[in-house]
């Protein structure tokens, strides 16, 4: 028997949240849809699938691997441009081993794979079709020589997602909410996640963030101090700012979408008020000493640095950077400034040098992210320029709180928050330096880890 898995929904029935995840790796109580279809059918004792996508295929494989992980064996299968379901099908059906079992893993259908495996001995028919209240579930099982010119549908929202009355029907009670849209999306993440808030293992939430019933935080996002969060889906690679209040939202980088309505928004819509009071120069005096009192305490781990760095880059210890700096002598702006990093991926040793830009007043020791000239002229939208409102720093909140995995627009709205909100960073940063984020370089999830013993 053959299971054919088909994750290669394209978003579309999503909006615009469809161009930033794939409907497959919608989380679900944290956990990506996908990874619960592969759980259930693992379940049901089946160890091995050909797993169909589509055009984002590295996506899916750079989160599922080959499916050692969860103890399956995932061969992945490129559904082409103008392939349906069926076309798919034919183009394996050499492959197809027996009868074969068609499950669409990226609408929902988990909670209803093992009664469906239960009964379907028991229904007569080329083509067994699961229904949820006489639509179809997405789960079909077929004999060898069905196929012909049957068809699948892939969308649970579009009009085609109708039963055919050629295949034997199998009602199934144990119905979840399909993932068709956004509204349905969150109505079934709230279900997945219960009465309390559900945390994926990978996620961060700050002590003092409130999350109420409803709320889901997924893998790499991150819901930084104060933040109030109620029946709030948080997509991955996602920071919710501190002290931002949320309600009924699916979240997703910058973008905001009301789960009743599908209407849009950004997070940087609710930027704070820009302060009146005029604010301390980033070059004053006791930022420059307290500079020269981190210079003075860095320096066991500078021979450290150029070694590690020397060993690591064939020689060479380090390179030259050129960052937006603090402008000298106060009074606001950015000018532009040499300095050098050293050549290793370990965030303390290869910040090293900047602490000399501290001392000089190009940098305080908290701020903004520094970015390069490049970089800073090329910001162009009215919250992305509030960063300017801040001195750029040494220490950022977006360097020690947003995930590394995220896209840079997720920095930059952090940026943009804590130059309005100017959160103090020494706690978090002192954490920070005593936690293996600032000694190790980051590094990607690799799917094809065994889980450990008691762990997820």
Same mark, same amino acid.
């Given at each position: 028997?053959?299971?054919?898995?088909?994750?290669?929904?394209?978003?579309?029935?999503?909006?615009?949240?469809?161009?930033?995840?794939?409907?497959?790796?919608?989380?679900?109580?944290?956990?990506?849809?996908?990874?619960? =279809?592969?759980?259930?059918?693992?379940?049901?004792?089946?160890?091995? @699938?050909?797993?169909?996508?589509? /055009?984002?295929?590295?996506?899916?494989?750079?989160?599922?691997?080959?499916?050692?992980?969860?103890?399956?064996?995932?061969?992945?299968?490129?559904?082409?441009?103008?392939?349906?379901?069926?076309?798919?099908?034919?183009?394996?059906?050499?492959?197809?081993?027996?009868?074969?079992?068609?499950?669409?893993?990226?609408?929902?259908?988990?909670?209803?794979?093992?009664?469906?495996?239960?009964?379907?001995?028991?229904?007569?028919?080329?083509?067994?079709?699961?229904?949820?209240?006489?639509?179809?579930?997405?789960?079909?099982?077929?004999?060898?020589? @069905?196929?012909?010119?049957?068809?699948?549908?892939?969308?649970?929202?579009?009009?085609?997602?109708?039963?055919?009355?050629?295949?034997?029907?199998?009602?199934?009670?144990?119905?979840?909410?399909?993932?068709?849209?956004?509204? &349905?999306?969150?109505?079934?993440?709230?279900?997945?996640?219960?009465?309390?808030? @559900?945390?994926?293992?990978?996620?961060?939430? !700050?002590?003092?963030?409130?999350?109420?019933?409803?709320?889901?935080?997924?893998?790499?996002?991150?819901?930084?101090?104060?933040?109030?969060?109620?029946?709030?889906?948080?997509?991955?690679?996602?920071?919710?700012?501190?002290?931002?209040?949320?309600?009924?939202?699916?979240? &997703?980088?910058?973008?905001?979408?009301?789960?009743?309505?599908?209407? +849009?928004?950004?997070?940087?819509?609710?930027?704070?008020?820009?302060?009146?009071?005029?604010?301390?120069? @980033?070059?004053?005096?006791?930022?420059?000493?307290?500079?020269?009192?981190?210079?003075?305490?860095?320096?066991?781990?500078?021979?450290?640095?150029?070694?590690?760095?020397?060993?690591?880059?064939?020689?060479?210890?380090?390179?030259?950077?050129?960052?937006?700096?603090?402008?000298?002598?106060?009074?606001?702006?950015?000018?532009?400034?040499?300095?050098?990093?050293?050549?290793?991926?370990?965030?303390?040793?290869?910040?090293?040098?900047?602490?000399?830009?501290?001392?000089?007043?190009?940098?305080?020791?908290?701020?903004?992210?520094?970015?390069?000239?490049?970089?800073?002229?090329?910001?162009?939208?009215?919250?992305?320029?509030?960063?300017?409102?801040?001195?750029?720093?040494?220490?950022?909140?977006?360097?020690?709180? =947003?995930?590394? /995995?995220?896209?840079?627009?997720?920095?930059?709205?952090? !940026?943009?928050?804590?130059?309005?909100?100017?959160?103090?960073?020494?706690?978090?940063?002192?954490?920070?330096?005593?936690?293996?984020?600032?000694? +190790?370089? &980051?590094?990607?999830?690799?799917?094809?880890?065994?889980?450990?013993?008691?762990?997820?």
């Amino acid at each position: 028997m053959t299971t054919v898995l088909f994750a290669d929904r394209d978003g579309t029935a999503f909006g615009p949240l469809g161009a930033r995840i794939v409907p497959a790796l919608l989380p679900l109580a944290g956990v990506p849809v996908l990874e619960h =279809a592969l759980e259930a059918l693992v379940r049901a004792g089946r160890r091995s @699938a050909l797993l169909v996508v589509s /055009s984002r295929v590295p996506e899916i494989e750079r989160r599922f691997g080959k499916g050692i992980r969860w103890g399956i064996a995932l061969e992945i299968v490129r559904r082409e441009d103008g392939e349906t379901t069926g076309d798919v099908l034919r183009r394996l059906e050499p492959r197809l081993d027996g009868e074969t079992i068609v499950v669409r893993g990226d609408v929902g259908i988990h909670a209803a794979l093992h009664e469906f495996l239960r009964k379907v001995d028991d229904v007569r028919g080329p083509i067994v079709a699961g229904l949820l209240g006489g639509r179809p579930a997405g789960v079909w099982r077929l004999l060898p020589g @069905a196929l012909k010119k049957k068809d699948f549908p892939r969308e649970p929202g579009a009009a085609e997602w109708t039963a055919d009355a050629d295949y034997a029907a199998l009602p199934l009670t144990e119905g979840p909410v399909l993932l068709a849209d956004v509204a &349905s999306y969150h109505r079934a993440d709230r279900a997945a996640a219960g009465a309390a808030p @559900a945390l994926s293992d990978r996620a961060t939430v !700050d002590g003092g963030a409130e999350l109420q019933g409803g709320t889901t935080v997924a893998e790499e996002a991150v819901v930084l101090s104060e933040a109030r969060l109620s029946a709030v889906s948080v997509l991955p690679r996602t920071a919710i700012p501190p002290g931002l209040a949320l309600e009924n939202a699916v979240v &997703s980088g910058n973008l905001v979408v009301d789960a009743s309505t599908g209407a +849009t928004s950004l997070l940087t819509d609710r930027l704070p008020a820009a302060e009146r009071s005029a604010e301390k120069s @980033a070059s004053s005096s006791s930022n420059r000493g307290l500079g020269l009192v981190a210079l003075a305490l860095s320096f066991p781990l500078w021979p450290v640095a150029a070694i590690w760095s020397a060993i690591a880059n064939a020689g060479h210890a380090r390179h030259r950077v050129t960052l937006s700096g603090n402008a000298p002598g106060g009074g606001g702006g950015r000018t532009a400034f040499s300095t050098f990093r050293f050549e290793t991926a370990v965030p303390v040793l290869r910040d090293l040098p900047l602490l000399f830009a501290v001392v000089s007043g190009r940098l305080a020791l908290s701020g903004v992210t520094p970015l390069p000239p490049a970089e800073e002229a090329g910001l162009r939208e009215p919250w992305e320029k509030v960063r300017n409102e801040a001195p750029v720093g040494v220490l950022s909140l977006a360097q020690l709180a =947003a995930p590394a /995995s995220a896209p840079p627009e997720v920095a930059r709205l952090v !940026d943009s928050f804590w130059a309005r909100t100017r959160t103090p960073l020494l706690g978090r940063a002192l954490s920070a330096l005593f936690s293996s984020r600032a000694w +190790t370089a &980051s590094r990607a999830w690799n799917p094809d880890v065994l889980r450990e013993e008691g762990k997820s």
